[in-house]
């Protein structure tokens, strides 16, 4: 409802053209490898002409919580913080979601469950970003590629059985870290994996995203198209799109684009969410 209310206030922008102005996933400076303060961020939308942002600023879970040195209660506080003040400063001109992108929330439950509850969150994207606490760019080398690439779908699988969240990330994130070797195509146990995933995202009510940052880096969005119109075909309705922009720049990057791809591939609506509650839009 809230975001209906707020379309209205920004007719002028989305009757132009068949173009989706929102970005559901994008890292400030608050994220510990984001580039650009939060208040660029929203100030690169606004002059983009976008008219929702949300912030997934980055939560990484670990199983040794030893290693986990950074992303605590302060860390969401400063958050919540810088969130607020760009929230009332760019009030009629954005509207900003509150959200987080939880890395494999699924190896520590019981602080994602902490997390989760405790922060009014509007959207919580679930991506698996690491392995046995090791981050997916330094696994994935030339001969450990195929181990790594299934053993990452076994844990999205897992991720997505037992945990609570809005939308998947950027599924098959391996595809940015194969660099020239982008011919590989998914091994038979890899497909049955992702098969596995969309069912159990579909059968759970979860959606999944789709990433332009795959457009940026590798020329394709993560997942590629076919594996959201096969959620589609299973049933699932809840897609959403964002950019991964980790600098103002990259804001609302490819959305054009991925728009036509969506309509292209019989997809005419995408999911918005505002305190966790899912709503639909045409595009
Ligand atoms: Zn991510
Ligand atoms: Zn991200």
């Known amino acids: 409802m809230q975001g209906r209310l707020m379309l209205s206030a920004f007719s002028f922008i989305t009757e132009r053209e068949d173009t989706m102005w929102i970005d559901y996933h994008v890292h400030s400076r608050i994220s510990p490898d984001g580039k650009s303060s939060m208040e660029k961020m929203c100030e690169s939308a606004a002059k983009k002409g976008i008219e929702e942002l949300v912030f997934t600023e980055h939560y990484e879970f670990y199983k040794d919580k030893k290693k986990n040195i950074f992303f605590n209660e302060n860390y969401m506080e400063g958050y919540i913080r810088e969130f607020e003040k760009c929230k009332s400063q760019f009030q009629g001109i954005l509207h900003l979601g509150l959200g987080l992108e939880m890395g494999q929330p699924h ?81 038979n146990q890899q497909k049955k994996l992702i098969e596995k995933i969309l069912k159990t995202l579909v059968r759970r009510g979860k959606g999944i995203e789709i990433n332009t940052s795959g457009l940026r880096q590798i020329r394709e969005p993560l997942p590629e198209i076919g594996i959201v119109m096969r959620y589609k075909e299973l049933g699932g309705l809840k897609i959403t799109v964002g950019s991964d922009a980790h600098k103002e720049a990259e804001v609302g990057y490819g959305f054009e684009k991925i728009c036509k791809m969506l309509n292209k591939a019989g997809i005419y609506q995408i999911a918005r969410f505002s305190g966790r509650e899912c709503f639909f839009e045409s595009i």
């Open 107 to 187: 190896v520590d439950p019981e602080n994602a469950e902490k997390i989760r509850e405790r922060f009014p969150f509007d959207y919580l994207l679930a991506s698996v970003h690491k392995i046995e606490d090791i981050d997916m760019k330094y696994l994935c080398g030339e001969k450990t590629r195929e181990r790594y690439e299934e053993k990452y779908c076994q844990e999205v699988l897992k991720m997505c059985q037992t945990c609570e969240f809005d939308c998947l990330g950027h599924l098959n994130l391996y595809k940015r870290y194969r660099k020239q070797q982008q011919n590989f195509s998914e091994t």
